[in-house]
Nanobody, 123 residues
């Protein structure tokens, strides 16, 4: 079992930055693929970014070049650095973990979820 605890959400103006953190506990973290998803009001939860245990990454086209996912296995923590934020980035952001190390982008392929953290981008 893995417990995930997100932090770092809040409000930002367009063009500014925020960094989300996700602290994992409960079992071995280093071999899990870790992902970030988001859900805007009235929309389905969507993939944002994923990082493999080896450090390989994949991003949604909508955030590519603006967001960076990283992990610190010694701290059991994964990060999402969000730069050049846009109003359409407004959503609840969720950290998720897979039981395996393979990178996946589908909500249904993740086994553990955090409670979510709100990100609001507006002027």
């Amino acid at each position: 079992q893995v417990q995930l605890d997100e932090s770092g959400g809040g409000s930002a103006q367009p063009g500014n930055s925020l960094r989300l953190s996700c602290a994992a506990s409960g079992r071995t973290f280093g071999t899990n693929a870790m992902g970030w998803f988001r859900q805007a009001p009235g929309k389905e939860r969507e993939f944002v970014a994923v990082i493999a245990w080896s450090g390989g990454t994949q991003y949604a086209d909508s955030v590519k070049g603006r967001f960076t996912i990283s992990r610190d296995n010694a701290k059991n923590t994964v990060y999402l650095q969000m730069n050049s934020l846009r109003p359409e980035d407004t959503a609840v952001y969720y950290c998720a973990a897979r039981k395996t190390s393979w990178v996946r982008t589908s909500v249904s392929e993740y086994d553990y979820w955090g409670q979510g953290t709100q990100v609001t981008v507006s002027s």
